[in-house]
């Protein structure tokens, strides 16, 4: 059996009620979230925020509490995890830069985090207002950025997790990108 088919499997145990199914499910994905994180962090300022494990590790947490979920397949699972990837990176910048303004102290150990420069901060929520503006009046554009700039999920992986055709994923993924770029340089 393809180890697609057997995160598929676990997955689908887990939302049946097998609790057991997420202890499978961890050597199966942490890989795969790694390699996520990473794409994610190489596109970001090098004395960004948080390490690639820490990224993972927040976002395995999240993943594992989510009990309502109806898994469908792998790549839901990582599109959901992208999701949570830009939240986590959202609420610590927000963190930090409340932080910096007299705020309750964020306490992480030295080895987890590297310095996130105000500029990269700003960055992180702005993308973020910008993707939340564009969600307002078209959830698709927004849930494909999100998919392939967090994730680095394929068009191939957006198409299947939206039902929509790969060229309709193309176009959708070209006119937001355009969107963004002009809504980010206001």
Do not use: C
């Not at 088919?5 to 499910?25: M, Q």
């Not at 973020?128 to 068009?155: H, Q």
């Amino acid at each position: 059996m393809s180890e697609s088919f057997n995160i598929t499997d676990l997955l689908l145990s887990w939302s049946n009620g097998d609790d057991s199914a997420v202890d499978k499910l961890m050597p199966l994905v942490e890989a795969e979230l790694h390699r996520l994180a990473s794409r994610y962090m190489r596109r970001e300022n090098a004395s960004h925020t948080l390490q690639t494990t820490a990224l993972v590790n927040e976002a395995y947490l999240k993943l594992i509490d989510q009990r309502a979920v109806n898994w469908q397949n792998r790549t839901h699972f990582f599109a959901l995890a992208s999701k949570i990837m830009r939240r986590v990176l959202l609420d610590y910048a927000k963190s930090q830069k409340r932080a910096k303004r007299g705020g309750k102290a964020l306490h992480l150990d030295i080895s987890e985090v590297s310095v996130m420069t105000p500029a990269i901060k700003e960055e992180i929520i702005d993308l973020d207002r910008a993707l939340t503006k564009l969600a307002e009046f078209d959830a698709t554009k927004s849930r494909i950025v999100e998919m392939r700039y967090f994730a680095g999920l394929s068009i191939e992986e957006i198409a299947e997790v939206l039902k929509i055709a790969p060229i309709t994923v193309i176009r959708h993924w070209n006119l937001a990108k355009a969107w963004l770029r002009l809504e980010l340089e206001k």
